[in-house]
């Protein structure tokens, strides 16, 4: 069985994130829209029109979303090359299957993560195959799939994961509200922030080695100085919400946001529609 591509790869797809998702101006993406409308920023080419100045022009939201290859996946292998533009294209339910796949996308991200990090990692390996086989599904299959089996074994997993990398006597965030706190002098390596709240927290060069970030709320957080390169479940969208600087270590393959200061970061912008466009 062929590896998801856990990367979105905008140049191979139509601006499917653009098109099949809602939109909320309130939510950092300029205007309101129904899911189905085409964005107006959206080019005939499939490209955006205000990509190099998003953040600029009012919609920070598509600099934060991240697809994880579901896009170009649905784009050629779901869908077979046929588009939302095609005459009597179902763009609800391109929109339905896009948000499963998006869901599966993710969640095979960080079981390869798991896969990759953990010394026993046999339950996540067994999910990986078991996510990978399913986002192969044709658009029927998958608006059937039972997620609320799936979701919950995969968490359990990841968690299970999580343990054994972190190990014993770390320090346990796990949804806990550290908004707007100073965590500079914590000692947060394999620290358990699974679900937490990190809006705004003072992580200026905080080690966060081994710490468990996935699903935490990092907008905003400053991590300049800080060192995410082997922080654990550490997402794109995640990255591109923080405020770093090239003095931020973030993991290997994983691109600097365009938006931070620049310096000797090494990488392009990410997010929707992100450094394949460019
Ligand atoms: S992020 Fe890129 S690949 Fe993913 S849905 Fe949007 S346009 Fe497509």
């Not at 339910?93 to 896969?115: F, I, K, N, P, Q």
């Amino acid at each position: 069985m062929k590896p998801l591509e856990l990367v979105a790869d905008c140049g191979r797809c139509t601006g499917l994130c653009c098109v099949l998702l809602p939109f909320r101006a309130d939510s950092g993406f300029g205007t309101d829209k129904a899911g189905g409308d085409p964005c107006h920023h959206l080019a005939a080419d499939d490209r955006c029109g205000i990509h190099s100045v998003l953040r600029a022009s009012g919609w920070p939201g598509c600099t934060v979303f991240d697809c994880f290859g579901a896009g170009q996946h649905l784009t050629e292998h779901t869908y077979a090359g046929r588009s939302w533009r095609d005459p009597g294209a179902n763009r609800a339910e391109m929109g339905a299957v896009l948000s499963v796949l998006r869901l599966l996308h993710e969640a095979a991200a960080h079981l390869d993560e798991a896969v990759r990090r953990d010394p026993a990692p046999r339950d996540a390996a067994t999910l990986l195959g078991e996510v990978t086989e399913r986002a192969g599904g044709i658009p029927d299959e998958l608006l059937a799939l039972d997620l609320d089996d799936l979701m919950p074994r995969v968490s359990a997993a990841l968690r299970a994961a999580s343990s054994r990398v972190r190990g014993d006597g770390r320090p346990s965030y796990a949804r806990a509200d550290l908004a707007g706190r100073d965590l500079r002098r914590d000692d947060l390596r394999g620290a358990d922030l699974h679900g937490s709240t990190l809006i705004a927290a003072d992580l200026r060069g905080v080690d966060l080695d081994d710490a468990d970030l996935l699903g935490a709320d990092v907008r905003d957080a400053d991590v300049r100085g800080s060192d995410l390169s082997r922080a654990l479940f550490l997402t794109r969208p995640q990255v591109a919400a923080m405020r770093g600087d090239g003095g931020t270590r973030l993991p290997a393959g994983m691109p600097a946001p365009g938006h931070w200061p620049a310096g000797d970061r090494g990488g392009g912008a990410a997010g929707r529609r992100g450094a394949a466009q460019e």
